[in-house]
């Protein structure tokens, strides 16, 4: 199957700062990623989704202005968190798909574990 | 607004038997429901895809049946194996969503030699 990347696996920063996080489709092109967020013993929660070379999407009651996405190319989006803060740490995941294809799967990455002290 | 329910407790069964998991939902019309396996610290892998006028699939050990009647899916696991013990993710998408996943809370489940 298709293999999504995610870098890094884990990260630690001190509130205040900015943290990016990279997700890669590795073998196929990803019209669509999404981002998600996961905190212990809960579900995935959608939190945006974005077109490669468009504007991403948010969900009701995240921030665009503190969560940054970046689709810039088929195979790349970018999540960066913000002057980041406690309550931010969490387990972010992203998934991909080829909107070109009909119905299409959803790939999703190994997930990424955010800590901020 | 929209509910995705799954066994809300752990389901424990012995090897061999056949696992049997839940999804119910309320206020969605899914295009498709699909099951996902999240092992700890990891991102979901996919299993399998069932779509609004299907009823049923099968990949190996794995069916899942649809019933947007009822509005319930099941998910089953026959010749339960320990490597089978996960958190089981129901999700659905249509596209008034661009197809994005709406994800259950999962059911834990463990399967003893």
């Known amino acids: 199957g298709a293999v999504v990347s995610q870098h890094p696996s884990w990260v630690i920063c001190k509130s205040g700062t900015s943290v990016k996080i990279e997700c890669r489709s590795l073998d196929f092109q990803a019209t669509t990623m999404f981002w998600y967020r996961q905190f212990p013993k809960q579900s995935l929660m959608l939190m945006a989704t974005s077109n490669e070379g468009s504007k991403a999407t948010y969900e009701q009651g995240v921030e665009k202005d503190k969560f940054l996405i970046n689709h810039a190319s088929l195979t790349l989006s970018t999540l960066t968190v913000t002057s980041a803060h406690p309550e931010d740490s969490s387990f972010y995941i992203c998934?991909?798909?080829?909107?070109?294809?009909?119905?299409?799967?959803?790939?999703f990455g190994p997930g990424t574990r955010l800590t901020v002290t | 607004s929209q509910k995705i329910e799954q066994n809300s407790e752990a389901l424990n069964i012995q090897e061999g038997k056949t696992a049997t998991l839940t999804c119910n939902y309320t206020?969605?019309?899914?295009?498709?429901l699909q099951w996902y396996r999240q092992d700890p610290g990891r991102g979901p892998v996919f299993l399998l895809l069932i779509r609004e006028n299907e009823k049923e699939k099968r990949k190996e050990r794995l069916k899942v049946t649809f019933d947007t009647t009822l509005k319930q899916s099941l998910f089953h696991i026959t010749a339960s194996q320990p490597a089978d013990s996960a958190t089981y993710l129901c999700?659905?998408?249509?596209?008034?969503?661009?197809?994005?996943?709406?994800f259950g809370k999962g059911t834990s489940l463990l399967v003893t030699p």
């Open positions: 999700a659905l998408s249509n596209s008034n969503s661009g197809y994005a996943l709406n």
């Open positions: 206020n969605y019309s899914p295009a498709y």
């Open positions: 998934s991909a798909r080829d909107g070109r294809e009909f119905p299409s799967e959803q790939y």
